[in-house]
Every structure is written in C-alpha cells, then in structure tokens.
T-cell receptor
Framework: DAGVIQSPRHEVTEMGQEVTLRCKPI?????LFWYRQTMMRGLELLIY????????DSGMPEDRFSAKMPNASFSTLKIQPSEPRDSAVYFC???????????FGEGSWLTVV | QQQVKQSPQSLIVQKGGISIINCAYE??????FPWYQQFPGKGPALLIA?????SEKKEGRFTISFNKSAKQFSLHIMDSQPGDSATYFC????????????FGEGTQLTVNP
C-alpha cells in the first residue's frame, strides 16, 4: 500500500506566483481532505471531497485558494496569487467515507517569500 | 469556534513515566474520538480511538479515558519512551460527516532518556 502521495514535498516560491499542490489518495478511498498546518492555527480543514464532489469548502481561506478532484485518484490545491501568509504545511488525507480512519500524506511544505 | 480544546501545549516526561494529555469538547453530537501522533516531517497517523459508549480503551502502553458527562477525554502513555517524543493531537468527528476531523491544538511531548 503506497499510502497518500503528495507532491511536491517542498516548494519555495515568490509572492504572487501560482502554486499547485497535488495529491493521490489511497486506492479505493472515496473521501479526500486538504488540511493546512501552521504553528499559529494548528491543523485546519480546508476542503473535503466525497466521491470527487466538494462537500465542504468552508475552510478555504479566500478566493485565492481553489481545489479540484477530477477523478478518484487525483486532487489539486491551487493558490493564485500566493502570499507569504500562505506559508504552511499542506496535508492531503483520504479515507473510506463509511469508516473513520483518515490517512495522511507526508505533506507539502510551502514557503512563500 | 474551536470545538476541541487540548492541554497541555507541551509536556516533558522522564523515560518510564506516565504522559497524560487532556482534551475537552463542546459538541455533544461528536461520536468518534481519535488520537493522532505526528513525528517531525511526517503527517499525522492514527494512534488509538474511542467511541462514547465506552469509558476506556487500551492498546499496549496507550490508553484513552473518556468521560461523557464531563465532555472530556484523555490519552495516557504508560512507561513513556524517548521514541514516543512527538506531537499528539486529539480529534473528534460527527456522525455522517465522512470522517471529517476537528483537531485539538496539539501537545508536543518530549520524553527524556
């Protein structure tokens, strides 16, 4: 089992640039989550998909953030334009919607300078 | 609104001691309470979980104690080891929420040799 796969693992970008984070959930899982982790705010749920459909995006900070899930094996989180305050670790996670265990990827470490 | 409050923020324990981390929740509709363990540079991983119909669950050196009336639950790590040094998060989910987790703020545990 390969687990949740995220890319890139690390990214440094300049303010104003577009950032795209990618996620491949565990095969067979039908729920996908994007979380953001910072020292100040801890782990925050940004958006949650079930069967590729966005169910709750109330955690998305603002219009600069968007997420898509075109199929069951791929999701993206895009920030455009990026700002220094977006610097954080972004985690993708997946689960069976009927179960309770969420499996996290190793995160994408984003630094916006 | 923070729905799960966790304490302490940090904890230092000697090898062989007992580590205790506490969480309190507000929403009585929560029906699943997991604890996640996170090592530096890694994503959170499920450690142990409990449902509100039981007061205690034990897995090896890790025990969850659950007090439904007080809306509190705690993680006890017996015989703490240096390898237990990590950040621990309590969490809670609502029924039919697709495993969507609401996290506590996290506790950084250091076990000294």
């Amino acid at each position: 089992d390969a687990g949740v796969i995220q890319s890139p693992r690390h990214e440094v970008t300049e303010m104003g640039q577009e950032v795209t984070l990618r996620c491949k959930p565990i095969s067979g899982h039908n729920s996908l989550f994007w979380y953001r982790q910072t020292m100040m705010r801890g782990l925050e749920l940004l958006i949650y998909f079930n069967n590729n459909v966005p169910i709750d995006d109330s955690g998305m900070p603002e219009d600069r953030f968007s997420a898509k899930m075109p199929n069951a094996s791929f999701s993206t989180l895009k920030i455009q334009p990026s700002e220094p305050r977006d610097s954080a670790v972004y985690f993708c996670a997946s689960s069976y919607s009927a179960g309770n265990t969420i499996y996290f990827g190793e995160g994408s470490w984003l630094t916006v300078v | 609104q923070q729905q799960v409050k966790q304490s302490p923020q940090s904890l230092i324990v000697q090898k062989g001691g007992i580590s205790i981390i506490n969480c309190a929740y507000e929403n009585t509709a929560f029906d699943y309470f997991p604890w996640y363990q996170q090592f530096p540079g890694k994503g959170p991983a499920l450690l142990i979980a409990i449902r509100p119909d039981v007061s205690e669950k034990k897995e090896g050196r890790f025990t969850i104690s659950f007090n439904k009336s007080a809306k509190q639950f705690s993680l006890h790590i017996m015989d703490s080891q240096p390898g237990d040094s990590a950040t621990y998060f309590c969490a809670a989910t609502l029924p039919a929420s697709g495993s969507r987790l609401t996290f506590g703020e996290g506790t950084q545990l250091t076990v000294n040799p």
